[in-house]
Antibody, heavy 119, light 113 residues
Framework: QITLKESGPTLVKPTQTLTLACTFSGFSFTTFGMGVGWIRQPPGKALEWLALIYWDDDKQYSPSLRTRLTITKDTSTNQVVLTMTNMDPADTATYYC???????????WGQGALVTVSS | DIVMTQSPDSLAVSLGERAIINCKSSESVVYSLDNKDYLAWYQQKPGQPPKLLIYWASTRESGVPDRFSGSGSGTDFTLTISSLQPEDVAVYSCQQYSTIPFTFGGGTRVEIK
């Protein structure tokens, strides 16, 4: 059974760096084509795709946020970590991690972590 | 970026009636290596993460009731709920995963009339 869970701060100040961890179980980074992605959703708004890391350590980022995002994986701890620099109140959102099947869609999601950016 | 435009923003349907949600992409979402439409539909209930309903535009995810169906190809797609049930009240979103960034539609809220 695949599970994912996001963890990290609930409140960050403007200009600070956000670090979120996605702890997963039920799969490993050995299956060709799989990956773990990050998606966010501001309150009452649409989903926004942020980044994805593949089984072979290839990384993809949203072009509009590329300069602020870094995604890494640690297979020894079964975690995928997302860092976002220079946080702004507009980055207030629920941040989700999700498992990407080799066929491409996201079929397992974490429960999400609400991050508020405020001074 | 491929822009995903959903319509309507919201709709109210009587129990047992059909709900139809449209999703249009600004470019084709056909993936060149396998000629499949890389288009997914998700259902999201309040306080919950999205749940995958449909992938490859028309393939129902395991365990999803057969009243949910997806259709379309290229740039125009539809999610149909054939007979709306109370538990179907949710926001439905489409997503293309053919081209980075894997963009989502704005969502369609489905309510009971």
């Amino acid at each position: 059974q695949i599970t994912l869970k996001e963890s990290g701060p609930t409140l960050v100040k403007p200009t600070q760096t956000l670090t979120l961890a996605c702890t997963f179980s039920g799969f490993s980074f050995t299956t060709f084509g799989m990956g773990v992605g990050w998606i966010r959703q501001p309150p009452g708004k649409a989903l926004e795709w942020l980044a994805l890391i593949y089984w072979d350590d290839d990384k993809q980022y949203s072009p509009s946020l590329r300069t602020r995002l870094t995604i890494t994986k640690d297979t020894s701890t079964n975690q995928v970590v997302l860092t976002m620099t220079n946080m702004d109140p507009a980055d207030t959102a629920t941040y989700y991690c999700a498992y990407r099947r080799p066929r491409g869609d996201l079929d397992f999601w974490g429960q999400g972590a609400l991050v508020t950016v405020s001074s | 970026d491929i822009v995903m435009t959903q319509s309507p923003d919201s709709l109210a349907v009587s129990l047992g009636e059909r709900a139809i949600i449209n999703c249009k992409s600004s470019e084709s979402v056909v993936y060149s290596l396998d000629n499949k439409d890389y288009l997914a539909w998700y259902q999201q209930k309040p306080g919950q993460p999205p749940k995958l309903l449909i992938y490859w535009a028309s393939t129902r995810e395991s365990g999803v009731p057969d009243r949910f169906s997806g259709s379309g190809s290229g740039t125009d797609f539809t999610l149909t709920i054939s007979s709306l049930q109370p538990e179907d009240v949710a926001v439905y979103s489409c997503q293309q995963y053919s081209t980075i960034p894997f963009t989502f539609g704005g969502g369609t809220r489905v309510e009971i009339k």
